[in-house]
């Protein structure tokens, strides 16, 4: 075979392997599209679960305050009386 024969052949599969890697990247570049189609979408649906979450939230009454003087906010009357009298706390006891 000569030296040009062999160059054509080789040629020849370059053009081949360049059009499947073209293809390849052609569906690759489809499949970032629906992909990114798809995140948006969730995105928006998680921004709009959220939103109802907030308003379900917002029309929900604030909790009564069992609060003794000089005790924090964040701890239930309940609790600190559990621990203080050293009996655990069990609703159904």
Request: hydrophobic share 40%; glycine share 4%; aromatic share 0%.
């Amino acid at each position: 075979m000569s030296r040009i024969d062999e160059l054509t052949d080789r040629i020849e599969r370059l053009l081949l392997r360049h059009e499947e890697l073209r293809r390849t990247n052609d569906l690759l570049a489809q499949q970032v599209t629906v992909i990114t189609q798809e995140r948006d979408s969730l995105r928006a649906r998680l921004a709009a679960a959220r939103g109802r979450i907030d308003a379900l939230l917002d029309k929900l009454p604030l909790p009564a305050t069992g609060v003794h003087p000089g005790m924090d906010a964040d701890v239930d009357a309940d609790d600190t009386d559990a621990a203080d009298h050293g009996h655990p706390q069990n609703p159904d006891a």
